[in-house]
């Protein structure tokens, strides 16, 4: 028997939250063992960690580069401080919606994966998403009951990143489905945005979309708005490769030439 039982309770409380049925059912006689906090420690943080995994994989962030390898001297104009105050997630208490703007190959996927990532990190639920894949998959549903459940899947999550609005042009279909989604996640959810076209073309994204402006409109109240502008940094790592490589084949063939004849 537990000599103190009310010292240990905190402790059966959390094998209880973790469902240890036989733990529980015999804490009168291993309740004091000074295994038993270990014991929970190693449960909860492996729990944690699996739950982490499950979350990380459902929300297909894909690879992306950390923010530790961030350039962040290679963007022209980009604003730091507001992409940091982004990290730490306290725009999900008020729903605020999230847009980076910017042409191709400046980073703003990679802004919005590690902030996804982040907020996976603190317990959200989170789902990235390409544009095109996710407004194909909505149009090509054939019944009302399947797309309002696929509406709901999207609607879901804490955090949902739609990302490369604009690469590509679309119907008026693929438009008021896309109202139709921001509006259920309006000032419930936090939804991320990455496009290449400012708000003021989106008319050449949607061509003859009568929701286009109030998309926007709904899509940019309340929302952080981070523009970036700057070469693509893709185009950068290419040369830079190719400049290796360039490099290494002029070295061999020096080496080559200067080699004594056998």
């Given at each position: 028997?537990i000599?103190?039982p009310?010292?240990?309770?905190?402790l059966?409380?959390?094998a209880?939250?973790?469902?240890?049925?036989?733990?529980?059912?015999h804490w009168?006689?291993?309740?004091?063992?000074?295994w038993?906090?270990?014991l929970?420690?190693?449960?909860?943080e492996?729990?944690?960690?699996r739950?982490?995994?499950?979350?990380?994989?459902?929300?297909?962030?894909g690879?992306?580069?950390?923010?530790?390898d961030?350039?962040?001297?290679?963007?022209?104009?980009?604003?730091?401080?507001?992409?940091?105050?982004l990290?730490?997630?306290?725009?999900?208490?008020?729903?605020?919606?999230?847009?980076?703007?910017g042409?191709?190959?400046?980073?703003?996927?990679?802004?919005?994966?590690n902030?996804?990532?982040?907020?996976?990190?603190?317990?959200?639920?989170v789902?990235?998403?390409?544009?095109s894949?996710?407004?194909?998959?909505l149009?090509?549903?054939?019944?009302?009951?399947?797309?309002?459940?696929?509406?709901?899947?999207?609607?879901?999550?804490?955090v949902l990143?739609?990302?490369?609005?604009?690469?590509?042009?679309?119907?008026n279909?693929?438009?008021?489905?896309?109202f139709?989604l921001?509006?259920?996640?309006?000032?419930?959810?936090?939804t991320?945005?990455?496009?290449?076209?400012?708000?003021?073309?989106w008319?050449?994204?949607?061509?003859?979309?009568?929701?286009?402006?109030?998309?926007?409109?709904?899509?940019?109240?309340?929302?952080?708005v981070?523009?970036?502008?700057?070469?693509?940094?893709r185009?950068?790592?290419?040369?830079?490769?190719?400049?290796?490589r360039?490099?290494?084949?002029?070295?061999?063939?020096?080496?080559?030439?200067?080699?004594?004849?056998?």
């Amino acid at each position: 028997m537990i000599a103190n039982p009310a010292q240990y309770e905190p402790l059966r409380l959390r094998a209880k939250a973790l469902h240890l049925n036989g733990l529980v059912a015999h804490w009168s006689e291993v309740g004091d063992a000074e295994w038993i906090a270990l014991l929970l420690q190693w449960e909860e943080e492996e729990r944690a960690h699996r739950s982490l995994q499950r979350r990380i994989r459902q929300a297909r962030l894909g690879h992306f580069k950390t923010m530790a390898d961030f350039d962040w001297a290679w963007p022209k104009r980009i604003d730091r401080g507001a992409v940091e105050e982004l990290m730490s997630l306290a725009f999900l208490a008020d729903a605020t919606n999230i847009v980076f703007v910017g042409p191709n190959g400046v980073g703003k996927s990679t802004l919005a994966q590690n902030i996804a990532y982040q907020a996976l990190i603190q317990g959200h639920t989170v789902l990235f998403k390409p544009a095109s894949q996710m407004l194909g998959e909505l149009a090509a549903l054939d019944s009302d009951a399947a797309l309002r459940r696929r509406l709901r899947h999207y609607a879901a999550p804490d955090v949902l990143v739609i990302d490369e609005v604009g690469y590509l042009s679309y119907s008026n279909r693929h438009a008021d489905l896309l109202f139709e989604l921001v509006s259920r996640r309006y000032q419930n959810r936090s939804t991320l945005v990455t496009t290449n076209k400012p708000f003021a073309e989106w008319s050449d994204v949607f061509p003859n979309a009568a929701c286009v402006v109030s998309l926007v409109d709904r899509l940019v109240h309340r929302a952080e708005v981070i523009s970036i502008e700057g070469d693509s940094y893709r185009f950068k790592e290419a040369r830079e490769r190719a400049e290796i490589r360039a490099s290494r084949r002029a070295a061999t063939k020096s080496s080559l030439h200067k080699a004594p004849p056998s």
